[in-house]
C-alpha cells in the first residue's frame, strides 16, 4: 500500500477539502469583508481544476485506480464549493453587509418592523442592586425582518436581514419560533461578525403577534411539563435536568451555571450531537434487544432523532445538533466507520451553505470539532489504551472526553479567554451521569404531557445523576488554579492551537515525551505544594476580609477559632460570597447579619447558608423593599435559620472578635415611598467590631442622614478600619469621614459598573485625611491582618 492509499485506509477524506475551503470562505467573507468570499471560491475552483487535470486517465502517472476514480469525486464537490462560494453565497454576504438597515442602525434610528422570530428568547440574567430584584429583566431574540419603516418616511426599508431584539423579559419571554410580530424600538450596529444587520433595543409588548406551528407550540407543551415535573427535585437538580435534556436554562441558578462553565462542563447544558446520540443509542440499545437489522435500528433511531429535536425547539443550534447526531446514525445505516468523516463533512457544508453565518459560531465550530476528534482520536486513542492493558470500557470513557478536549481547547481559549485545566477530570467523572439523566428526563419530558403523576416518578431516579452532576462541578469549580487566564480572540486561539498541536508532536517521539514529562512533574512539585500545601490566600492571621462580589458588599471577621466567622451581607448574586468563604475555609457561621435588604447585599443569602453552619441570621428594623424581606424570610425558613433583629447599643461576643451595634438611630417611616433608595440605606445596621487588627467600622450603605444621626448622637465612630459607606459613593459627609479616622479604608465595590462608584471626591478625602484607601474591583478579595503598627492590608488579585 502506497502512501497515498494509506492516508485514505481508515478514513474516507474525499469532502473533508470542499468542506473547510467552504467554511474558511464564508468565515473570511463574514470577518474581513464579502470580497473574501468570492476570492476563496476562485481558488477553491482552481484547486478543484488542478486537481481533476492531475487525477484525468490520460496522464500516465496517477495514483491507484480506484483512488483516482474516488477523489475525482473529492475534487467535483471542491469544483461545486468554489462555484457556490464565488457565486450565491457570496450574493447574500453582499447583501447582509450593504442592508438598509445596518446603515440606519449606525445613526440609531428608531424603526418599527415586521419579524419572524427564529430562536427562542435567552433570557439575561442581571445581578440585584438596590430595590431591583435579581433575575432576568429582558431577553435577547434572533429573528428575520419581513417589513421594515421609519418614522417620517413614506417609503417602506427594503430589507430582509437578520436583527437581534432585546426586549423586556415580562412581555416577550413567551415568544416561540415561528411567530411574527410587529416591534419598535431603537436601531443600533450589531456586535458580532456574523448576518445580523443591526440590533434593536425594544419599546412596550410585542404588536399584532402570529400564531406559532401547532409542533413549536407542542414542543413547548413538553418542555414546560419537564420543569413541572422536575419540582420533585431539590432546587438546583430541578434547574438543572431540563438543562441537560433540552438545554432549558431558565431554572438555573446562576451559581451553578457559572461553577458548570469554569469547571468545563457548561456544553452539557446545551443541546448538542451528544445529547441526540444519547437518545438515539437509548432507542438502538432497546431495538438490538428486539434483534431488528442495523439499517432498520438507525432509521427508528433517527425518527427518535426528529422527535427530540422537534421537543428542543427545532432552532438553528438545535437543527445543527441534530445534523451532527446524525453523522453517527448514518455511519451505523452504512455499516462503515470509514462513512462517518464524509457525513460530518456533508454536514459542514448543508449547514454552511443553508445558514452562512454558523461559519463564524463558536457553538458550530465546537459541534463541529468534537464530532471530528470523536471520529478521529478517540477510536485510536481507546485503542492504544486498550493495548497497554487498560480495560475496554475505561478506556473508552477516558478517550472520549480526552479527544473532545483536545480539539476543542483552541476554540474555547479563545472564545472564553481562559483554559480550564479541571476540564478532562470533570468530565470523566460526569460521564457516567448524564446518559441516565438524558434519557430518564425525556422519558419525564413525554410521560408529563399526559401522566403527570408517573412523571415525577421517572424524574425521581434523575435526582441523583443531576445532584453527581453538581456536586462535581462545585469542587472541580474550586480547585486552586481550576482556570487559567489565556489571551482571548483570534489570536488567543490560534496560540492554543500551536500549543496543543507542540504537545501532541511531543508526544509521538520518545525524547521529547520523557522531556515533557519531567517538565509537567516539575511544574506539578513547584506550583502543588504552593497551591494547596502552602496557598497563598488567605493571609495568615487575617482579621477581617472583603470579597469580591461585584457591586455589592460581603465583609467577613474572623473569630479565633479557625472556620469560624461572623459575615455581614452576602452580595448581590448567588455564587461570589459562597466561594469568597470557601476559599477562607468558613465552614461555620454564629452570625449573618444583613445590613439591609437592598439586592445587592442580600442575593447570596441561599448559597452561603446552603453551604455552612449557620447559627442565625439578623436584620436592622427595616422591612423594604417588601420583596426582598419576603425573600429573606422564606430563605432563612426553609433552611431552619433563626431569624432575629439587632438593637441599638447590642453587644455580640466571640472569642477573639466583639461587636456593638451602633445605629441605625433613626428609620424613617416613608420607605415603600422610597423610590431612590435613600431611605432604606439610611436604616443599614451600623456595627463596630473591635478584631486584633483593630476596630472596624461597617457602615452598610447608610447616607447624609443617618451619619448625621450618629453624629449628632455624639457616638464614638473612630476606627481603625472602615467599611466606606455606600460602595463609595458621594453620600458620605467629610464630618463623618473625619470622625473616623480610619487609617485603612476599604470601599466594596464592582469593577465597571454603571454607578460612578467610588466616587473621586469622597476618595480624595479619604486619601487626604491619611487613610490608605483598598477597592475590590481592582484588589479582589481583600484582608485586613495585625501588623506591629497597625492593620495592614493584603489583596488577592483579580
Known sequence: MNGFQAA???????????????????????????????????????????LLWWLSPRRPARPDGSARFRWRAGGAALLATGL?????????LFRAEHDPLRELSARGTNATLRVTVTERPKPVHSAGYANQQAGSRSVVITAEVLQAETPGSRTPVRSSGRVVLIAPFQQWAGLLPGQDVTVTGTLAPPR???????????????????????WQRAAESLRAALRQASSVLSDEAAGLLPGLVVGDTGGLSPQVEREFTEAGLSHLMAVSGSNLAVVAGAVLLLLRVLRLGPRVSACLAGLALVGFVVLAGAEPSVLRAGVMGAVGLLALALGRERSALPALAAAVLVLIAVDPAMAVSFGFALSVLATAGLVLLAPRWAEALARRGVPAGFAEGLAVPMAAFVVTAPVIAGMAGQVSVVSIAANILAAPAV???????????????????????????????????????RHASRVPGA???????????????????????????????IGLALGLVCVLLVVVPVQVIAPGWPPARWSMVACDVGQGDTIVLATAEPGRAVVVDTGPEPGPADDCLARLGIDRVPLLVLSHLHADHIGGLDSVLAARAVGAVA???????????????????????????????????????????????????????????????????????????????????????????????????????????????????????????????????????????????????????????????????TAVVPDETGPAVVRRGR
Request: hydrophobic share 50%; glycine share 10%.
Open 84 to 92: 457556490m462560494l464565488a457565486g450565491p453565497l457570496t450574493m447574500r
Open 8 to 50: 485514505t485506509a481508515r478514513h474516507d477524506l474525499r469532502l473533508v477539502p470542499a468542506a473547510v475551503a467552504l467554511w474558511l470562505g464564508v468565515l473570511l467573507g463574514l470577518l474581513w469583508g464579502w470580497w473574501a468570499a468570492p476570492a476563496c471560491g476562485a481558488a477553491a475552483a482552481m484547486a478543484a481544476s488542478f
Open 483 to 513: 482556570v487559567l487566564p489565556w489571551p482571548g480572540g483570534w489570536w488567543g486561539g490560534t496560540l492554543a492551537l500551536v500549543a496543543v498541536v507542540a504537545v501532541a508532536l511531543a508526544l509521538r517521539r520518545p525524547r521529547l515525551r
Open 619 to 781: 436584620v436592622g428594623p427595616g422591612r423594604m423593599p417588601g420583596w426582598a424581606w419576603r425573600q429573606v424570610a422564606q430563605v432563612t425558613a426553609r433552611r431552619g435559620v433563626p431569624l432575629l433583629e439587632l438593637d441599638v447599643g447590642q453587644q455580640l461576643d466571640w472569642p477573639g472578635l466583639s461587636m456593638r451595634v451602633l445605629g441605625p438611630r433613626y428609620v424613617s417611616a416613608r420607605q415603600e415611598e422610597d423610590n431612590d433608595g435613600t431611605d432604606i440605606n439610611n436604616a443599614s445596621v451600623v456595627l463596630r467590631a473591635i478584631t486584633p487588627a483593630g476596630g472596624v467600622l461597617l457602615t452598610g450603605d447608610m447616607e447624609f442622614a443617618a451619619q448625621d444621626d450618629l453624629l449628632a448622637a455624639g457616638t464614638d465612630l473612630h476606627a481603625d478600619v472602615l467599611k466606606v459607606p455606600h460602595h463609595g459613593s458621594r453620600f458620605s459627609l467629610p464630618l463623618f469621614l473625619a470622625a473616623v479616622a480610619p487609617r485603612l479604608a476599604i470601599i466594596s465595590v464592582g469593577a465597571g459598573n454603571s454607578y460612578g462608584h467610588p466616587n473621586k471626591s469622597t476618595v480624595d478625602t479619604l486619601v487626604a485625611a491619611g487613610a490608605l484607601v483598598a477597592r475590590t474591583d481592582t484588589g479582589g478579595d
Open 435 to 473: 446518559p441516565p439523566a438524558t434519557v430518564l428526563g425525556v422519558v419525564t419530558a413525554v410521560l408529563a404531557t399526559f401522566w403527570p403523576a408517573a412523571a415525577r416518578l421517572s424524574a425521581l431516579p434523575s435526582g441523583p445523576e443531576a445532584e453527581w452532576l453538581i456536586l462535581v462541578a
Open 192 to 214: 458580532g461578525s456574523d448576518l445580523t444587520v443591526a440590533a434593536v433595543y425594544v419599546r412596550g409588548p410585542p404588536v399584532e403577534p402570529g400564531a406559532a406551528s401547532w
